[in-house]
């Protein structure tokens, strides 16, 4: 139940940080967030099922999309500017907002992982959000990185407090809402902008790669063996480094390093277009679990020799 103290620190700050006007401006925001910590909190101490957990969440997903008007409105140079039809904008940003709180869920498997994946997607939201002149968003996202960066003091291995679903499903919410909203506010920025991005679709999906490679690797493999995308397994990337004998802390620094690689290739490839940016993504991605699975191989037949010997 470390998102309990997540939280405090984090209203705390914002107290400090935000006017009154802010607060009112942000309300159907900090209510949606407010939904998915007692969701959590209640999955922590009484636990749900996959299905409740999942259908619970459509409440505070509801309120961003509707009340707060939350809502991708096309393709964002993604696939042209195809603009959306109303009803559509509302079904993909709920998907999109559904998935990726539920991404990042997933990632919270080791002592630190989701904390210090958290700091650097959050971090990075807080610095453009900031160079932009959107000061409020940028608050959010420093008071939240800042109170993930504590609680790893105590998270990271061998650690005394879990973030839990009481956290992992709020900072989800978070993290979502934010890349919603960088994607929308950095097409409307003007080309001439110092810190503009050419892609959003593609900058975001870098930036999330952690979660969004993770998640979509395992539906995959859980599809394959013609499971349910909702069952609990050792597949996860996490594992992978695991199962290569690496330690929890040396699994963590490096699939952090992998979110901080691609973070850095977006930014370096800020002036180029999605489909070039999606293409090295998913090579460098694809790239990366071969090596995992080569790794394991021959560990295995490694293990094999030995015993024989």
Known sequence: MGGVAILLGVLISLLICLSIQEWLSLRFFLISIGLMFIIGLRDDVLALTPKQKLYSQFLPIFILVFLDHTRLTSTYGLIGNIIFPEWLGFVLTAFVLLILTNAYNLVDGLDGLAGTVGVIILGFYGTWFCLIGNTTFAYIAFCFT????????????????????????????????????????????????????????????????????????????????????????????????????????????????????????????????????????LVICLGINYGLKLAQAKQEVHGRENKIN
């Open 146 to 281: 800042g109170s993930l960066l504590a609680f790893l003091f105590f998270n990271w291995q061998p650690s005394r407090i879990f973030m839990g679903d009481t956290g992992a499903l709020m900072i989800g919410l978070l993290i979502s809402y934010l890349s919603i909203r960088f994607v929308i506010t950095n097409h409307q920025l003007s080309d001439e902008h110092s810190y503009k991005f050419t892609s959003s679709v593609a900058t975001a999906i870098c930036i999330l790669i952690v979660p969004v490679f993770d998640t979509l690797r395992v539906i995959i493999l859980r599809l394959r063996k013609l499971q349910s995308p909702f069952r609990a397994d050792r597949n996860h990337v996490h594992h992978q480094f695991l199962n290569l004998g690496f330690s929890h802390s040396k699994s963590v620094i490096a699939i952090s390093s992998i979110s901080i690689f691609f973070l850095v290739i977006a930014v370096l490839l800020r002036d180029q277009g999605d489909m070039l940016i999606l293409a090295i993504a």
